[in-house]
């Protein structure tokens, strides 16, 4: 079935000096272009699932190993699109920034891709917004060849008992990858381990780390930034492996792993602080090694199939076609920055509009990293881990938190000479102003090259991100959709001037206060 496409060519904003912009790599012109792709992204899981949910989870696996082989080749080229299928899962990868830099700079041996590469929003989007219908294009002939020919639809693992290859089709490989209870069998008639479980080869991924002293999710501290005594952290990882001795090597879980290695750092340390450290350890190797036999510190199929209702609901909304709306989305983006530097709402929960700006922004890693290090003094994690209590407070305090910006912009645009801002924001830094390393440069034309943290849990404790929406008295949409036609949006001060006389109107605040 043939449909209209959203997001065309046609419709592109027009990017100029007078549109607001955040790190000069978040404006209107890459959210739109974002949308675009996020539109590709959903018609190509529009066509998967019509197909059948086997065939969709198939993708995901087959998608996954094309990934890594990837990150390890020399062949990406910020100016040139790349295969939909591998745009998917690395989009996945990076909107886990903590995971994606410690993945990506640490983990993954031989990876060629690095921080300073960003998401090739422009080359994606330009082969997209040029097609006037979905699909675009149909499902690679690479996938679908490999679906229906029994000789090609196999993916590989080796028996963690006799070492023999294990061949199974994909779809085989998405159930075992997804279920703990699954397991792949050995035929092998003297093999003594037939049942190969994920668990069985997590493990082995623990086991392969250990001697290197590395534990996935033990790099960064819990302010994303890497920690300062990581060689030290390593050394005492490679000493409790070594004390454990040939015991670790013949461990049959991941608990007996961590018993072993507490265990040793008991009889090292005697209840020093090196007990403490391997207290720590034990829970990163939990949080990270549990379920998840890949080379990544995060489980990228749960990932991909988290971004799901997030990019359904982002191209359904109509305020993201119109020029003000982008506007008003990128400009509510600044906000939350400043929102977030105020000390008491750091954990603010972000509004759709928001969480698409935030996107673009992780698109960037290089960018973002350095940015938020400068502007708030730490990097927020995209986490939507968020329990049931901890939310119901967090949506009072990301209320109040607006409350306050909403007042600061009031006394700002009330001022005569427009420096009245409120005093919790007098000192903030202006991000474009920022000096950002191999940053600060447009994303949006392909000349301008770019040369702790929990896994995941039940998903009936998740806070979905972007589906926090501003009460109407803080929300600038309610007054927008009066005030548009008369005030542009893109007068800052008339609008938010306008803004006053409705909020005076409607009684909701003193702001002579």
């Known amino acids: 079935m043939v449909a209209q496409r959203i997001f065309t060519e046609s419709h592109l904003p027009r990017f100029t000096k007078s549109t607001p912009s955040v790190d000069q790599v978040v404006n209107v012109d890459t959210f739109y272009r974002y949308l675009s792709i996020l539109e590709e992204f959903c018609d190509l899981k529009r066509q998967l699932e019509s197909k059948g949910r086997e065939f969709a989870d198939a993708y995901i696996q087959f998608s996954i190993a094309r990934y ?17 299928d591998i745009a998917y899962v690395w989009h996945a990868h990076m909107l886990s920034p903590y995971r994606y830099y410690e993945d990506i700079t640490y983990n993954i041996r031989d990876c060629k891709i690095t921080v300073a590469d960003a998401f090739p929003i422009y080359p994606l989007s330009e082969e997209y917004l040029k097609a006037t219908s979905i699909p675009s294009k149909p499902i690679s002939d690479l996938f679908v060849n490999h679906m229906t020919d029994p000789t090609k639809n196999t993916n590989t693992v080796t028996c963690r008992g006799c070492k023999d290859v294990l061949l199974h089709t994909w779809g085989e490989s998405y159930e075992w990858r997804i279920n703990p209870n699954v397991a792949l069998e050995c035929h092998n008639v003297t093999c003594t381990k037939r049942d190969n479980t994920l668990d069985d080869f997590a493990l082995q991924e623990l086991l392969n780390d250990l001697p290197r002293g590395i534990i996935k999710g033990n790099t960064l501290t819990p ?16 000493g409790l492996y070594t004390h454990a001795g040939p015991s670790i090597k013949k461990a049959k879980t991941i608990n007996e792993v961590t018993f072993l290695l507490r265990r040793s750092a008991g009889i090292l340390a005697d209840g020093t602080e090196l007990d403490d450290v391997a207290s720590d350890i034990t829970k990163i190797i939990k949080s990270t090694y549990e379920n998840n036999p890949s080379i990544f510190s995060l489980d990228l199929v749960q990932a991909v199939r988290r971004l799901d209702n997030f990019m359904d609901l982002a ?12 506007v008003r989305s990128v400009r509510r983006y600044n906000d939350y920055l400043h929102l977030r530097k105020l000390k008491q709402h750091q954990d603010a929960l972000p509004s759709l509009d928001v969480d698409i700006a935030w996107h673009v922004h992780m698109l960037h890693p290089n960018n973002y990293r350095h940015t938020m290090e400068a ?4 990097i927020p994690d995209h986490d939507s881990n968020i329990g049931p209590s901890d939310l119901d407070d967090l949506l009072v305090s990301t209320r109040r938190g607006w409350e306050k910006i909403w007042r600061a912009q009031i006394l700002q645009a009330s001022a005569k000479d427009g420096r009245g801002i409120a005093a919790a924001l007098k000192k903030t830094t202006k991000l474009d102003k920022l000096k950002i390393p191999g940053g600060n440069k447009p994303a949006t034309h392909p000349e301008n090259k770019y040369n702790s943290i929990t896994n995941d849990h039940d998903d009936s404790l998740r806070y979905v991100a972007g589906m926090y929406e501003l009460p109407e008295d803080l929300n600038p949409s309610a007054f927008d959709r009066l005030a548009v036609p008369v005030v542009s949006y893109h007068n800052w001060r008339k609008h938010t001037l306008a803004r006053i006389n409705w909020a005076r109107e409607k009684r909701e605040y003193n702001v002579c206060s």
């Open 68 to 84: 890594i082989d990837f990150l390890r080749s020399a062949s990406y080229k910020p100016d040139e699109p790349i295969p939909i």
């Open 223 to 238: 302010n994303g930034l890497v920690k300062s005594d990581l060689d030290d952290y390593k050394a005492i990882i490679s």
């Open 315 to 326: 191209i359904s909304k109509d305020d993201f076609r119109t020029p003000d709306g982008l």
């Open 375 to 378: 502007f708030l003094g730490h």
